[in-house]
């Protein structure tokens, strides 16, 4: 049985994740359908080291600070909900497997989780005319549903999923793999 977590490391370490995943999609790169950044890196490690709500609260401040770092306002903020759930995931996954395989299984699921929820919110607010197909940032939508769901989804895979994915699994990797036991040694300890 664990001991009980240390609050004060508990904050330290929740206002470090929250305020990276908020600047950290400051580092990204500025392509057509999208922006890949390493926003997931900090949630991914607080997903993974953290209780789950730390990791659902950095997941909103990535989408805020990505918001404000490339004003995809669309996109970003319909990454929230798909953020969140990736976090989400990401911690049940490390609660039955090594910390390496979470984070790896976890970026990889943000391919149907980040990228469906993005789908679903823009190809729907399409669809049903709450913005017009002009102010999307992804062209060609119809009035179809599932039809936008599917360009879109198709569109953000390749390349801004895939990169994004790519950059932040190695570095939540090297992370968890260099601060992952110091952070569990002072969050557990009497």
């Known amino acids: 049985m664990q001991n009980a977590i240390n609050r004060k490391w508990l904050i330290v370490y929740s206002v470090i994740m929250v305020v990276l995943a908020a600047i950290s999609p400051g580092f990204h790169l500025t ?6 950044d390493f926003g997931m890196t900090p949630i991914t490690l607080a997903a993974v080291c953290l209780p789950w709500p730390i ?11 990505a918001f404000c770092w490339t004003g995809g306002a669309l996109i970003e903020l319909a990454a929230v909900p798909g953020d969140i759930l990736t976090a989400l995931f990401t911690a049940w996954l490390v609660k039955r497997m090594h910390r390496s395989w979470a984070v790896i299984l976890g970026q990889l699921s943000r391919f149907i989780i ?3 929820a993005v789908a679903i919110i823009i190809g729907s607010l399409v669809a049903f005319d709450v913005i017009s197909p002009g102010l999307s940032p992804i062209g060609n939508l119809t009035s179809s549903a599932w039809q936008n769901i599917v360009i879109i989804w198709k569109t953000l895979s390749y390349p801004v999923m895939a990169i994004s ?26």
Request: glycine fraction near 20%.
């Open 165 to 190: 994915i790519g950059l932040n699994m190695v570095a939540s990797l090297f992370l968890v793999w260099l601060f992952g036991d110091i952070i569990d040694l002072t969050l557990y300890r009497k």
């Open 114 to 116: 980040t990228g469906g």
């Open 31 to 36: 392509l057509s359908a999208g922006n890949p």
């Open 55 to 65: 990791g659902v609260i950095a997941g909103v401040a990535k989408g805020v600070g």
